[in-house]
């Protein structure tokens, strides 16, 4: 065990001051305790993950946030383009879901992101609009934008709206 544990201190003392601000992140993630989420201000299971929390919700609308945590940056040192893909995704779900009768819920066909620019930190906020609903299809369009404003990245996509069934 213990050329294990020096082989690990000298992989660690070895990392460039990025490498090692990455693994204590990573760390810092896998530490975490996640709690079942009991309140109406869940997002979902992975965006209570990520810390996500909606702004403003609404038939055809819904704006959310996240506060990036350097944990979820890829190997190039940015934020991993899945969790601007989350946040797009429950954000599409959010616009669609409010103006649903009872009974009815929605569930993403396929979800289009173009990724503008790298994010590193900050808070970043996701605007969706429903472009057109019909009985079964919504399509919508979301924008991603930093702190600053800058748009980080879009996203078009389509929800299948279903009749919820109670077996």
Same mark, same amino acid.
């Given at each position: 065990m213990s050329g294990e544990r020096?082989?690990?201190?000298?992989?660690?003392?070895?990392?460039?001051?990025?490498e090692a601000r990455t693994l204590?992140?990573?760390?810092?993630?896998m530490r975490r305790k996640i709690e079942p989420f009991s309140?109406?201000?869940?997002?979902? %299971?992975?965006?209570?993950?990520?810390?996500?929390?909606?702004?403003a919700r609404e038939p055809g609308r819904c704006t959310m946030e996240l506060t990036v945590d350097p944990a979820w940056h890829n190997p190039n040192g940015v934020l991993h383009g899945g969790v601007v893909y989350t946040m797009i995704d429950y954000s599409m779900g959010g616009a669609v879901q409010p103006g649903l %009768?009872?009974?009815?819920?929605?569930?993403?066909?396929?979800?289009?992101?173009?990724?503008?620019? %790298?994010?590193?930190?900050?808070?970043l906020t996701v605007e969706t609009e429903v472009i057109r609903q019909g009985r079964n299809i919504a399509f919508l369009e979301s924008k991603v934008r930093d702190e600053s404003g800058q748009l980080v990245a879009t996203g078009t996509g389509s929800m299948f709206i279903f009749d919820v069934r109670q077996d």
């Amino acid at each position: 065990m213990s050329g294990e544990r020096e082989e690990l201190i000298e992989k660690i003392d070895a990392l460039t001051d990025a490498e090692a601000r990455t693994l204590l992140g990573w760390l810092a993630m896998m530490r975490r305790k996640i709690e079942p989420f009991s309140g109406e201000q869940s997002v979902g %299971p992975l965006g209570d993950l990520l810390g996500m929390a909606t702004v403003a919700r609404e038939p055809g609308r819904c704006t959310m946030e996240l506060t990036v945590d350097p944990a979820w940056h890829n190997p190039n040192g940015v934020l991993h383009g899945g969790v601007v893909y989350t946040m797009i995704d429950y954000s599409m779900g959010g616009a669609v879901q409010p103006g649903l %009768p009872e009974g009815r819920a929605c569930t993403s066909i396929e979800v289009k992101v173009s990724y503008l620019a %790298p994010v590193r930190e900050g808070k970043l906020t996701v605007e969706t609009e429903v472009i057109r609903q019909g009985r079964n299809i919504a399509f919508l369009e979301s924008k991603v934008r930093d702190e600053s404003g800058q748009l980080v990245a879009t996203g078009t996509g389509s929800m299948f709206i279903f009749d919820v069934r109670q077996d």
